[in-house]
């Protein structure tokens, strides 16, 4: 079956600090890659996303993502956090069979920035 | 655009109770999809509809079932209330091509 795994459940930075979200996926078709984020109390927002082409990809808000398809992963990255990035972040990644696009998402990984 | 709303924000249902949760699609989309967000997990996909047809299900029990109405807004509908399923539920909606769903807010669920 396919699934999502996203290592670090729980990520403390300090401001300034470089931020690198693990993310890796199980399986072999052709997939959609995505990061989501979802701020306290608010809804989830597309941060970036992965269809083919250049692998690094840029997303909003200074962050971006790797895909390394021989890894089967997608790292988020962002050089330097802020303290308006504490939120919940989730990898999520698209497979289709006969026309359904769903999401399978990760546990996700709660990022808190201390300022 | 008008973004995804979904109705209401929080419901409070006792086990055993049917619920049934609305969910109003982004302008020109047409296809929606519910998801379970239970605490400390990442939504879990339970069905997408496609012009008024479901087209994909989870995981999910028949009590678990929906509806999309011409205008694309659509229902989600749990009969027999369990404890487990307190949770948020989500709606998405997209243009059908699998490349990023506009998400609601979400409603959340508490079963007693």
């Known amino acids: 079956a396919q699934s999502v795994s996203q290592h670090n459940h729980h990520v403390i930075l300090s401001e300034a600090a470089s931020l690198e979200l693990g993310c890796n996926y199980s399986y072999g078709g052709t997939v959609n890659l995505f990061w989501y984020v979802q701020y306290p109390g608010q809804h989830l927002q597309l941060l970036l996303k992965y269809f083919s082409g250049d692998p690094l990809v840029k997303g909003i808000k200074g962050f971006e993502a790797e895909f390394i398809k021989s890894k089967f992963s997608f790292n988020l990255r962002k050089p330097s956090v802020q303290w308006s990035d504490t939120a919940e972040y989730f990898c999520?990644?698209?497979?289709?069979?006969?026309?359904?696009?769903?999401?399978?998402f990760g546990t996700g990984t709660r990022l808190k920035v201390l300022a | 655009e008008t973004g995804v709303t979904q109705s209401p924000t929080h419901l409070i249902k006792t086990r055993g109770q049917q619920v049934t949760l609305r969910c109003s699609s982004q302008?020109?989309?047409?296809?929606v999809s519910w998801y379970q967000q239970a605490l400390g997990q990442g939504p879990q996909f339970i069905f997408q509809y496609y012009r008024e047809e479901e087209n994909g299900r989870g995981n999910f029990p028949p009590r678990f079932s929906g509806l999309q109405f011409p205008n694309y807004s659509s229902e989600l509908n749990v009969n027999a209330l369990e404890l487990d399923d307190s949770a948020l539920y989500l709606c998405a909606s997209s243009g059908g091509t699998g490349d990023g769903y506009t998400f609601g807010s979400g409603t959340r669920l508490t079963v007693v």
């Open positions: 302008s020109g989309h047409n296809t």
């Open positions: 999520a990644v698209t497979t289709s069979g006969s026309g359904t696009y769903k999401y399978i």
